[in-house]
């Protein structure tokens, strides 16, 4: 009886295909089985399910109606249930519309109440893992599934992650992993005598799925198993303990070519092919296969074979939408009448859209076009090349291994470089590279683990240099250390001993531009990316290590057109010679900027960490050296997929830690920064843990991220003319340093905000209560208005005065009767005053004002009671004030702010009367 079997990847990124499942596919299908590829939203699975059941009941109500080319509207009402979709669908033309609508609202209902669970429809689900920091994804799929499948012994998980983390796997889902390889008959089905792991690879499967893996036409296979080294931070010897210095791999690469085509490339998994003693034997093998030196590849007709398997083959819907999008792509090709007549033949058969798409329409329209397709197919020869994609181990080096390795076409020969004690046998085997004509070359060099960030630059250095001597090319590709075992194991935080997150971070950001490519350096260049990049040496490395990280991935506007890092670096220092340094550096290697006050005290370590605080997603400005930079590494990736497999990257969305919502750090100082932008893209760590380099079936892949903020240029000239002045002040004061009274940082931030317009508004009431006894008491309203002008004198003091009018009336009350009707201090004039404010931009102010009121100021009072008025018109009246609240000042160089608080009033007109109110008003600041 045919079983029905799910094979899952979970929908993370990678660029390595899943060749276990490729491997079990293959397996199925010898076996007669229903084989499913998918990765992907677990979701869109389901739905597809459901459109399939549900396509047969609109069919049978109404067959008169083309439901396939409908199957995009269809699915999405079922996921989402709007009702344009339902519009979409044009169900007026149908006399059965009501039932239509029905059967889908009774779709839509099992998928949005997860109806589905009650009826499974998997007899057996495969998930894969990869690394163990891909925890999440990978237990939210396996609990996913459990719903999918008949009975929930049936789903096996096994891979990197299922291996290493089993026990907490088995924990968290209650499902038991399988651990290491399937090299045994009877592991999946008991009696079967089959070796899952010497199968060949069900390529067909990876055309089932929208998901494009970059390998493109390659041969992916092992010459052997395991490694005889046990490096502690290797998962090797877990997943592949036993070492086997020759696998059969002739019959596989034949079964491949007969069913698939010729390949391209020879992607060779091996973790340590050197230390096989049968090496010149495995030489000789790729050489049969074709791999010798100068070798070239002319790519097979892709769309006969596709035809010829989708006669055959037992995965039909792959070979389907194979067939489809090699025509799309031959109609691409294609120019004048030519491509007219193709696009005649596609839309006759209804193949313009995959959803209108059949086997018997595809064989119809290939007959048509075949003469064409082959006509114009791309018949040029191509290179061919060998990668043993893990890397070779320098200590395994001999000149005779070397000599062997240079009669087939490797590119890149990689050779890791663990750490710095493997110096001598890393330069050995680059040299005798070099001597055998292998030109071109990468290493993994690992850091975060035992290691010091000094070793890392060091190693970096080795090869530049190497470069340079040898006159090769060496790639580098740091790779960040990630541990096998253990909560750290699950997520990509984990910082080494000689690590910190800062330091973590300082790579990350260095390497952002070139997605973690440490590029060559030829004997010509006067300056190599590597020393711009990481310093000239140690001691600029570590500088670099603790700069800000804006000022790191942005150096062309910070170092050249704002003049920042200049500003910063001579803070750091003088900070560093300080007794503030240990303080200031246990913050700086946390990594973590936010609510800087309640860290420290310390008003010079404040000062120091606004250049922290600026984000990137704040800098709006377009560094052209960092786009021309990104550019050029761009194009080179895509143009060497071998550089492009290499790039293995960790998606840490991880910035500094900042939360501008909350109190800020206190200092209102240049340089200025954004506090309610986040750097919208995620950045990437370049490196991946050494789980990698026992990967039989995937890597880890992801796309670079760009900042593309664009500032204007009046913003940077407006910048460099304010830095300029600075510059002229320092120079007058004739060597004063950072941290003396009037250092260049706090110049700079007398120079910015220091002039504010004000206009504010006030309402008080007042309330004065009876004097004596059944005396009268009085109840009323005041108001008033300032427009002044305001002085910044330093940080936290500033003096104002202007324009302000004032007046307020009263009711004087006796006895619950009304008795006359009093207005006080009406009358306009001038105030001076000043205030107190706290540091930064969202600021506490106490203010003291004094009013002084000419004109009609007095007071008048009609008595109600004797009908009579009396006037007492005094032609001048004092009235200070004073005020606390709230201050919002423009974070940029000049803006628009606001005040608001609450205030007292009070003066003399032959009693005292007070007024208390709340104000608000504008700050206009230049």
Request: overall charge neutral.
């Amino acid at each position: 009886m045919k079983r029905k079997i799910l094979l899952i990847e979970p929908n993370y990124k990678n660029k390595y295909p899943p060749i276990g499942l490729m491997k079990i596919a293959t397996y199925h299908r010898n076996l007669d089985d229903d084989v499913k590829f998918f990765k992907g939203d677990l979701k869109d699975l389901v739905v597809d399910q459901l459109f399939e059941k549900c396509l047969r009941k609109l069919k049978f109500i109404d067959d008169n109606v083309h439901w396939i080319q409908k199957s995009f509207y269809i699915k999405r009402y079922i996921k989402t249930r709007k009702k344009e979709n339902i519009e979409m669908l044009d169900f007026e033309r149908s006399k059965y519309a009501p039932l239509l609508i029905q059967v889908l609202d009774e779709f839509s209902k099992i998928f949005r109440k997860k109806e589905y669970e009650q009826e499974p429809h998997w007899d057996r689900i495969y998930v894969t893992t990869l690394f163990t920091f891909y925890w999440k994804i990978t237990v939210e799929t396996i609990h996913f599934v459990k719903k999918l499948v008949k009975d929930p012994t049936q789903i096996f998980v096994g891979g990197i992650l299922a291996s290493l983390l089993h026990k907490e796997l088995e924990e968290e889902t209650g499902i038991k992993p399988h651990q290491g390889l399937l090299d045994k008959p009877g592991m999946l089905d008991k009696g079967d005598s089959t070796v899952i792991d010497n199968l060949p690879l069900d390529y067909s499967i990876l055309d089932e799925i929208d998901y494009q893996y970059p390998t493109r036409s390659a041969y992916f296979t092992f010459m052997t198993k395991g490694c005889t080294r046990k490096c502690t931070f290797c998962s090797v010897p877990i997943l592949e303990p036993t070492y086997k210095p020759k696998i059969e791999t002739k019959y596989k690469f034949d079964e491949i070519k007969k069913l698939y085509g010729e390949q391209q490339n020879l992607l060779l998994m091996d973790n340590n092919v050197l230390a096989s003693p049968n090496f010149p034997e495995i030489i000789e093998e790729i050489k049969d296969m074709g791999f010798v030196k100068g070798a070239t590849f002319i790519e097979p007709n892709q769309l006969d074979i596709s035809v010829r398997n989708l006669k055959t083959h037992k995965n039909k819907n792959a070979y389907i939408k194979r067939t489809f999008n090699l025509l799309q792509e031959l109609l691409t090709r294609l120019k004048g009448e030519h491509k007219q007549f193709a696009y005649n033949v596609l839309d006759n058969y209804q193949l313009l859209n995959f959803e209108t798409t059949t086997k018997e329409n595809l064989l119809a329209a290939y007959k048509e076009l075949k003469e064409l397709n082959e006509k114009y197919r791309n018949k040029a020869p191509k290179q061919r090349y060998v990668d043993f994609n893990q890397g070779t181990d320098a200590r395994y080096v001999t000149d005779e291994s070397m000599k062997l390795m240079s009669e087939i076409p490797i590119r890149p020969l990689r050779i890791a470089f663990d750490y710095i004690g493997m110096k001598d046998q890393y330069v050995n085997a680059v040299t005798l590279a070099a001597k055998y004509g292998i030109k071109e070359l990468s290493n993994y060099i690992l850091y975060n683990f035992n290691d010091k960030p000094e070793d890392l630059y060091n190693r970096l250095e080795i090869s530049i240099n190497l470069c340079k001597d040898l006159e090769i090319t060496i790639f580098s590709f740091p790779m960040k250390y990630i541990p096998l075992f253990g909560e750290d194991a699950k997520h990509r935080k984990y910082t080494g001993k000689h690590w910190n997150k800062k330091f973590i971070r300082a790579i990350q950001s260095v390497l952002n531009v070139t997605k973690g490519i440490v590029a060559p350096a030829t004997k010509n260049d006067k300056t190599s990316f590597f020393h711009k990049a990481f310093g000239n040496d140690l001691e600029e490395f570590y500088e670099i290590l603790y700069m800000p990280e804006t000022y790191i991935v942005y150096r062309s506007v910070f170092e050249k057109k704002l003049g920042y890092t200049d500003i910063w670096r001579k803070e750091y220092k003088a900070i560093r010679t300080s007794e503030n340094w240990e303080e200031a550096k246990s913050i700086i290697e946390t990594n973590d900027f936010s609510e800087i006050e309640e860290k420290t005290t310390n008003l010079s370590i404040r000062q120091f960490f606004r250049h922290y605080q600026i984000q990137r997603g704040s800098i709006n400005n377009e560094d052209k050296e960092y786009k021309a930079l990104k550019k050029q590494y761009d194009k080179l990736i895509q143009s060497d997929r071998f550089i492009d497999l290499t790039l293995t990257y960790d998606f840490e969305e991880e910035q500094p830690k900042f939360k501008p919502k909350k109190k800020d750090s206190g200092m209102d100082v240049s340089p200025t920064r954004s506090t309610t932008e986040k750097d919208k893209q995620p950045d990437v760590d370049k490196a991946v843990s050494t789980q990698e380099s026992a990967v039989m079936d995937s890597s880890v892949n992801a796309g670079s991220n760009s900042v593309n903020n664009v500032e204007s240029g009046s913003e940077v000239e407006n910048a460099k003319m304010k830095l300029q002045r600075v510059k002229k002040q320092e120079d007058k004061k004739n060597g004063v340093d950072e941290f003396s009274d009037v250092s260049e940082s706090e110049m700079m931030q007398k120079d910015m905000n220091k002039h504010t317009i004000l206009i504010s508004g006030s309402f008080g009431v007042i309330n004065r209560p009876a004097s004596t006894p059944g005396g009268s008491s009085a109840i009323g309203v005041g108001a008033g208005m300032m427009v002044g002008y305001e002085y910044k004198l330093i940080d936290f003091i500033r003096v104002s005065g202007g324009y302000v009018f004032k007046t307020g009336i009263s009711i004087s009350t006796e006895t619950g009767a009304l008795k006359s009707v009093t207005g006080y201090f009406g009358g306009h004039g001038f105030f001076i005053g000043g205030s107190f404010t706290t540091l930064g931009t969202r600021m506490f102010e106490a203010e003291l004002t004094g009013s002084f009121l000419f004109g009609e100021a007095g007071s008048y009072q009609i008595d109600i009671n004797e009908a009579r008025s009396d006037n007492q018109r005094t032609g001048f009246l004092f009235v200070p004030r004073l005020a606390i609240g709230y201050r919002g000042a423009p974070d940029r160089f000049a803006g628009i702010g606001v005040r608001a608080g609450v205030g007292i009033s009070a003066t003399y007109i032959g009693e005292i009367v007070a007024v208390p109110d709340v104000y608000a008003g504008l700050l206009f600041t230049f």
